[in-house]
């Protein structure tokens, strides 16, 4: 899954980046309104982390702006103030939830899964696909009843893929979900990823899940048994 972060306060920022990074999100940074706006109109995001107060342009301007431009990503707003009006500013420009500063690491995790469950539709903390389950919050990867160990990144891949089954998710769809908007597009670091993920995810098992589709990209799907 991944976060756009938008606050000014740099602590605060890198402090959010590498804590996100470490439950295994996918997380750009936004310093200032502006670029966080930009950011927001042009990257696939699966939820915006926005403060209120930002240099260039404010955090309820720029969310009417993205519900005015049809972006409807979920967002957390988070800010300093604590007043009523604020918090109704916030819902009624179009947040789905909102969290004051100073706020605890773990109940902002708890905020960000409960949005994007609500999000996705989905009611639990652990998808699936076939014999294939994931564990959302401990990261537990199980195949037919045999765990699989994962780097933090295979197991980031494999979520988007297990996010997605069936649909053709072409490698920019990818270094969009599970790298950072630095990501060198003339890298073959997604091929590597694939082929790590295949090895410990299909190997051993007639039914194989990761699939290449030539020229475009991949697909999670089961295979046709002939």
Sequence with gaps: MKILVIEDEK??????????????????????????????????????????????????????????????????????KEMVEDKIKGFNAGCDDYISKPFSFEELLVR????????????????????????????????????????????TLLEYLVRNPNRVLTRTMIAEHVWDYNYDSFTNVIDVYINYLRNKVDRGFDTKLIHTVRGVGYVLKEEQKK
């Design 112 to 155: 960000i899964r409960a949005v994007l469950r609500r999000g996705g539709g989905a009611l639990s903390n652990v998808i699936t696909f076939a014999d294939l389950t994931l564990d959302l919050i401990s990261h537990k990867v199980i195949r037919a009843g045999r765990e699989i160990e994962l780097t933090a990144k295979e197991y």
């Design 11 to 80: 602590k605060v920022a890198n402090f959010l980046q590498k804590g996100l990074k470490e439950e295994q999100y996918v997380v750009d940074v936004a310093y200032d309104g502006l670029e966080g706006e930009h950011l927001a109109k042009t990257n696939d995001y699966d939820l915006i982390l926005l403060d209120i107060m930002l240099p260039g342009k404010d955090g309820i301007e720029i969310l009417k702006t993205l519900r005015q431009c049809q972006v409807n990503i979920p967002v957390i707003m988070l800010t300093a």
